[in-house]
T-cell receptor, first 111, second 115 residues
Framework: AQSVAQPEDQVNVAEGNPLTVKCTYS??????LFWYVQYPNRGLQFLLK??????LVKGSYGFEAEFNKSQTSFHLKKPSALVSDSALYFC?????????FGKGTRLSVIA | EPEVTQTPSHQVTQMGQEVILRCVPI?????FYWYRQILGQKVEFLVS????????KSEIFDDQFSVERPDGSNFTLKIRSTKLEDSAMYFC?????????????FGPGTRLTVT
């Protein structure tokens, strides 16, 4: 069965430091992988996706993610965190069944 | 920037009552979705809708649920006889094309509370 794991409920990082939010997946066939962000009282906003091609994908607000097929991972990264990046981040995967989301990771960037 | 809107933002209903959650997708989008998120749990897919019919649905989307696009702008989710366990945040989403590789744009959600 298709699944997504976000092993960390909470990630804390100091402003200006690099950040990583982890995601691993299990899927049959080639995956479509997505990262979404949710700010308070807002819907999920698309950040970036991997469909095919280069393993490193760049998205909105300076975020990027690397698709690693051997490790079945799609970690979200940013070289220098901002306080405004504080939000709830969701990884999602589409294989041969509709989109499956991880449980989310709350990122807190401390000034 | 165009966005998906949902009404109401919060709906309280009694068990056994019917509720209709409303969504206005982005105007040039063709593919529509409903998801739900029970408090503290994952976002779960309910149904996708394209060309006036259901494309895919999850096992959650049983006979109590239905979707409709009653006019050119609205997309609705109806729960016929609500249960306590239907209490959740319901998100509507839309995408520009009929393919899962396209990113989805989500509304802010409707919080449904069944008492």
């Amino acid at each position: 069965a298709q699944s997504v794991a976000q092993p960390e409920d909470q990630v804390n990082v100091a402003e200006g430091n690099p950040l990583t939010v982890k995601c691993t997946y299990s899927v049959s066939g080639n995956p479509y992988l997505f990262w979404y962000v949710q700010y308070p009282n807002r819907g999920l906003q698309f950040l970036l996706k991997y469909i095919t091609g280069d393993n490193l994908v760049k998205g909105s607000y300076g975020f990027e993610a690397e698709f690693n097929k051997s490790q079945t991972s799609f970690h979200l990264k940013k070289p220098s965190a901002l306080v405004s990046d504080s939000a709830l981040y969701f990884c999602a995967v589409r294989g041969n069944t509709p989109l499956v989301f991880g449980k989310g990771t709350r990122l807190s960037v401390i000034a | 920037e165009p966005e998906v809107t949902q009404t109401p933002s919060h709906q309280v209903t009694q068990m056994g009552q019917e509720v209709i959650l409303r969504c206005v997708p982005i105007s040039n989008h063709l593919y529509f979705y409903w998801y739900r998120q029970i408090l503290g749990q994952k976002v779960e897919f309910l149904v996708s809708f394209y060309n006036n019919e259901i494309s895919e649905k999850s096992e959650i989307f049983d006979d109590q649920f239905s979707v409709e696009r009653p006019d050119g702008s609205n997309f609705t989710l109806k729960i016929r006889s609500t249960k306590l366990e239907d209490s959740a945040m319901y998100f509507c989403a839309s995408s520009v094309q009929h393919h899962w590789s396209y990113e989805q744009y989500f509304g802010p959600g409707t919080r449904l509370t069944v008492t």
